[in-house]
């Protein structure tokens, strides 16, 4: 007889050495209970995971070799299963690691994930119950790499590839949710809409690469004046821009964005020579949520739109804010 396993309920028979060779091989722990909860096959797989060899707890009740597991889950359910004569589970959700079980010859640090399946059977006249332990942190690893890939996915699906700041989607789906925050509370949004000038002209002049490094630049310096964790810094499309700002009236938001403007001026990247300004700038255009007449996605935008090319028409470099008009005012 090994250490690893046996007086086993079939030890009598011919099988009794397959049996032994059988539970030695096994690559899951598996011990059986006689009517008296006493350990009478405990498999080498057990010992690598636990530290103890068959010889120290054949023969002695399965809870007093592990005194924490008396009273909880995994006693009622071996109770359970003598009695009912009925197979039982231990979710891993209700208690993920129940045995003190540990990577093969650490017996310490984290306990593997596990999953405990009891099963009571018959050997002659006596009662017994198999308890089978499988290793299932490989698989909770696995889960958790995956969620956190898909986290990753989602949150990549939310971000520019090219600036790091929010996308396009991203920006749809927070100027939704805002709106229907604001028509709830009637409170307070605004958007900014904004535009490189003369961006054509500095990739005629420089090249694509170099204007790749200028939209960086410009969505650093912008996304950096956001400093409240609702804003939202996006880019809105090319060298096209936006900015969502919660809890912001539209005299605050055009002072954000007169700020704004003058920080990207203030970079003193140098333009191309048919550009109209020597250094890169920022036309900028302001729209702010009104019940009435500002109250969707689609005419705030429209609003935002006009005043940035309405900022375009002006001269270039500066912020135009959208007015209501007196008789839409009242």
Known sequence: MTD????????????????????????MGLMVLDH???????????????????????GRPLF?????LAGQRLEQLVQSALQSKLPQRLSPASQRAPFPLYASGTWGGERIEQAVAVTPFTEGKQHYCLIEVSDISIT???????????????AQSYVDGLTGIANRRHFDVALDRELRRAQRNNGQLSLLLMDIDSFKAYNDHFGHQQGDACLTAVATAFAAMLQRPADLAARYGGEEFAAVLPDTS????????????????????PHAPAATRPHVTLSIGVASFHRDHLADAASLLAAADGC????????????????????AQA
């Open 308 to 327: 940035l090319y309405q900022a375009k028409r002006n001269g270039r470099d500066r912020v135009e804010l959208h007015v209501l008009a007196a008789a």
């Open 250 to 269: 539209a005299e605050q938001a055009a002072q954000h964005a007169e700020a704004i403007r003058a920080r990207v001026a203030s970079l003193n990247l």
């Open 4 to 27: 690893s396993t046996i007086a086993t309920p079939a030890a009598a028979s011919g099988h009794g050495h397959l049996s032994t060779r059988i539970l030695a091989l096994a690559s």
């Open 64 to 68: 007093e070799v592990f005194p924490e």
């Open 140 to 154: 909770v690893d696995k889960e958790k790499q995956l969620r956190g890939q898909a986290e990753a996915l989602r």
């Open 36 to 58: 008296e909860q006493r350990i009478v096959v405990w498999n080498q797989w057990l010992a690598s995971h636990s530290g103890l060899s068959a010889s120290r707890v054949l």
